[in-house]
């Protein structure tokens, strides 16, 4: 089992900035890809970004040029900086990590509890 633990998230005006952080715990030496997706009121879940631990990079169209995700492998963390802020960024931000812990075993998606961002005037 995987557990992650989001920080950061808050109020901020249109064209602010937060950072998210996410630290994973627990049986971790199978993750091979950790990230963000979000979900607003009334939207299904919406990938934000995901890395894996060989580096390439997965960002939504939308936040594309605003937002940048980086890892630290050492410390099974991963963090998501959010530039530019739009109303429409507003929704709650789940911390994902993708495991697979031998080749015989399927895929094991883990999420955290989430983590609230507002932009707002």
């Known amino acids: 089992q995987v557990q992650l633990v989001e920080s950061g998230g808050g109020l901020v005006q249109p064209g602010g900035s937060l950072r998210l952080s996410c630290a994973a715990s627990?049986?971790?030496?199978?993750?091979?890809?950790m990230g963000w997706y979000r979900q607003a009121p009334g939207k299904q879940r919406e990938l934000v970004a995901t890395?894996?631990?060989?580096?390439?990079?997965n960002y939504a169209d939308s936040v594309k040029d605003r937002f940048t995700i980086s890892r630290d492998i050492a410390k099974s963390t991963v963090s998501l900086q959010m530039n530019s802020l739009k109303p429409e960024d507003t929704a709650v931000y789940h911390c994902?990590?993708?495991?697979?812990?031998?080749?015989?075993?399927?895929?094991?998606?883990?999420w955290g509890q989430g983590t609230q961002v507002s932009v707002s005037s």
């Open positions: 890395m894996a631990n060989s580096g390439p990079t």
């Open positions: 994902y990590a993708a495991s697979k812990t031998s080749v015989w075993n399927p895929r094991t998606d883990y």
């Open positions: 627990g049986s971790i030496f199978g993750i091979y890809v």
